[in-house]
């Protein structure tokens, strides 16, 4: 295809110089629609560490054993690697999100735990019980529809019965 010339007669340049752009491969992108998830781990993420990606990734323990709370890019940077390469580690070590939610494992209570640990308190040792609980957590799928009438009946009792402005 010749190149377009601009609308004062003048050639100009293809817009990648000299190359053409690469179609997308989907078999090298994880997580995109059609990918398959139950790939053997890739090289990148079979080697990132299941204990410390849980540390970094679901705990918050940076590399300082500080508390900070990071998202799948700040872990990513800290790895090394691509954000879609943290989670295709997170779907290799059974620990993407919709499995976490499907453990029955308190992750709000562990988080806590590692945030409010005193000066002199390792949290990465604390982080091992934490992550061997996590491990030997039975799978337990949610029952929404039942922690969704708890949650009302709970805010009944708390608050008193209010109506939805959307019953009115």
Known sequence: MPPRRPSNGTR?????????PRPER???????PGAASHRAPTSSSSRIDPFELFCA????????????PANVHDVA???GVDSGVIR???QDHRMDPETIMNVDFDLAMAQMDIQVAPE??????LARDIFAQFRAAPRKPRDWHRLLAEDARENAKTFGRRDDPRDR
Do not use: M, T
């Open 57 to 68: 990734y679901y705990l918050g323990i940076g590399p300082d054993k500080r508390y900070a």
């Open 120 to 125: 002199g308190i390792d949290r990465v040792e």
């Open 12 to 20: 100009r340049p293809p817009p990648f110089g000299d190359r053409r």
């Open 88 to 90: 295709q580690a997170l």
């Open 77 to 79: 940077r800290r790895f």
């Open 26 to 32: 989907p078999d090298h992108r994880p997580g995109r």
